[in-house]
């Protein structure tokens, strides 16, 4: 799976005829990583057993925001 996704940003810089180097796709497949660890470390904060898209601002961390926005109504 790890290849598919330095193919993709691989691609995705193609597509706008900017080249990259390989090592540039590791240190942007790794800060991907770190985006998806902190994702799943927010849900899990959460104590959220199952990611919906109502829930998905568990992951996002915008817990403060939504019961915010929730009061305001």
Given at each position: ?73
């Amino acid at each position: 799976m790890k290849v598919a996704v330095k193919k993709k940003i691989r691609d995705a810089f193609h597509d706008e005829d900017i080249q990259i180097t390989v090592s540039a796709i590791n240190l942007l497949d790794d800060e991907l990583n770190r985006v998806l660890s902190k994702w799943v470390s927010n849900t899990k904060w959460c104590n959220v057993k199952r990611l919906t898209p109502d829930l998905l601002w568990t992951a996002l961390g915008r817990g403060n925001l939504y019961h915010n926005r929730k009061k305001e109504k």
